[in-house]
């Protein structure tokens, strides 16, 4: 068993890294829930089957009315999904309505194109009339109505990303400041590590970021180790009927195509850099109010050491500080203080007094999560496309071509120093928030975040 386990967790880890091969991130659908109407021609001999050469396991169970007619056919699979045919036609024919529910199974890291959604239904539609005696008549994509669909970004990375900067890029896409968090139990993590985020907009939307990595540990896919040389997250779009015809145009099947996915994908980033523009000023204006509530409680003396212990003995209990991280003390108006002389002084104060305290690792305003979120934000902006197939079959060697992944190395206490430097003196009155992101934005060298790693 032990030695089973060992070949089953060397495979999957081999699939998580020849699914990177190309690039460290790649947009697909994860989940798919669709309805059409077909017909049975033939259900004779209903049974539970099992194909295990094609890796198909079928759970067939079937209900009946009261006259002996057939109500409904449902069919499990964890390869596959769920298929319910339901039969409530007076004509006594075997015309029903469909419900399918696609999903990648077993490891779940690859994604799903939606040029491969109609393949992966026709064959699913065909190994069950191979192999279960019920002759289905396939729809066309015309006839396909989407229920549902999971719109899923999935990418590597070297380092585990720091808790407040998953929270910081969740809230960007999603606008929820208090998202609902979770762990998968059982693996060997920090105790204190939500691996799930997660904001609910309303019934119909959702947006799940979680750590991919962790879920496979648990589901026994992967070693329970707490090092795999890389980490892999998710980011999901989960989209119910009432809201995909707002976000997506159509819930016909055939209306909806990879640029339709990509051009989504797109929109939610460009708002994602919007969002994070207002978060940083919205921290902007906490961090002066709070500053000048201390600067009155305790004067000129006292005021700056109270305000750095108010703000993160709630930050360590919410996991995010008002002041998102160190520049925010660049963009502080100090409306409190009248000298434009001890502004430009009180402001560098604060940041010295946080590369002071930075040399703790936990310190939460060194971790520059604004930098991090936008470097996440610009690499999946650069590497979206879904057209490309995710193949488990690497096209070379794979000890020759190596995994690519982001990584998010700390930023050094004299590269902080130098950007502040360089934000502070080049400052001037009509100086915005939004032209210095839309500028960083414009400027990152993605490149220089994403390695390409050897991993035995």
């Known amino acids: 068993?032990?030695?089973?386990?060992?070949?089953?967790?060397?495979?999957n880890d081999q699939i998580i890294k020849q699914c990177f091969q190309e690039n460290p991130g790649f947009l697909g659908i994860d989940g798919i829930d669709i309805k059409f109407e077909t017909e049975v021609t033939n259900v004779d001999s209903i049974t539970t089957t099992t194909i295990a050469e094609n890796f198909f396991e079928l759970d067939i169970n079937s209900s009946y009315n009261k006259d002996g007619r057939i109500k409904e056919i449902e069919i499990l699979s964890p390869t596959f999904g769920k298929i319910i045919f339901s039969f409530n036609n007076p004509n006594f024919d075997m015309k029903c309505n469909c419900?399918?529910?696609?999903?990648?199974?077993?490891?779940?890291?690859?994604?799903?194109?939606?040029?491969?959604?109609?393949?992966r239904l026709k064959n699913v539609l065909t190994c069950i009339t191979l192999f279960s005696n019920i002759d289905i008549i396939h729809p066309t994509e015309e006839d396909i109505i989407i229920q549902g669909i999971e719109i899923a970004y999935t990418f590597s990375t070297l380092e585990k990303i720091s808790y407040q900067t998953r929270l910081l890029l969740l809230r960007i896409f999603s606008k929820v400041e208090q998202p609902n968090k979770s762990r998968y139990v059982g693996i060997d993590d920090d105790p204190f590590e939500h691996h799930i985020i997660s904001a609910k907009l309303g019934y119909n939307y959702s947006i799940v970021l979680y750590d991919k990595t962790a879920k496979a540990q648990s589901d026994n896919h992967l070693e329970n180790i707490k090092n795999h040389g890389y980490r892999i997250y998710r980011l999901e779009f989960v989209i119910k009927?009432?809201?995909?015809?707002?976000?997506?145009?159509?819930?016909?099947l055939s209306n909806i195509t990879d640029e339709t996915i990509k051009n989504f994908f797109k929109e939610q980033i460009n708002l994602a850099v919007n969002n994070l523009i207002l978060e940083i000023k919205k921290s902007v204006q906490l961090t002066d109010?709070?500053?000048?509530?201390?600067?009155?409680?305790?004067?000129?003396?006292?005021?700056?050491?109270r305000f750095f212990s108010g703000i993160l003995t709630p930050a360590l209990e919410k996991s995010m500080s008002i002041a998102l991280d160190e520049e925010?003390?660049?963009?502080?108006?100090?409306?409190?203080i009248k000298s434009h002389k001890n502004k430009s002084r009180i402001r560098r104060q604060l940041i010295n007094e946080c590369i002071i305290q930075s040399k703790d690792k936990k310190y939460i305003l060194s971790k520059m999560i604004t930098w991090q979120t936008l470097i996440i934000l610009k690499i999946m902006d650069q590497f979206i496309y879904c057209d490309k197939i995710q193949s488990t079959t690497p096209k070379q060697n794979f000890s020759?071509?190596?995994?690519?992944?982001?990584?998010?190395q700390p930023f050094g206490s004299k590269t902080r120093i130098a950007i502040y430097n360089d934000l502070l003196s080049s400052r001037t009155k009509s100086t915005t928030i939004e032209k210095i992101i839309l500028d960083r934005w414009k400027k990152i060298d993605y490149k220089k975040y994403i390695i390409n790693k050897f991993i035995d």
Do not use: W
């Open 1 to 11: 068993m032990i030695y089973r386990n060992s070949e089953k967790y060397t495979r």
């Open 99 to 119: 419900f399918v529910r696609l999903i990648v199974g077993d490891l779940n890291v690859k994604t799903s194109t939606m040029k491969q959604i109609m393949s």
């Open 241 to 252: 009927k009432g809201k995909i015809t707002e976000l997506l145009g159509s819930r016909i």
């Open 289 to 305: 109010r709070t500053l000048n509530y201390y600067f009155n409680e305790f004067g000129n003396r006292y005021y700056i050491h």
């Open 328 to 336: 925010i003390f660049c963009h502080l108006k100090l409306p409190f």
């Open 400 to 408: 020759e071509m190596g995994m690519k992944m982001i990584s998010l």
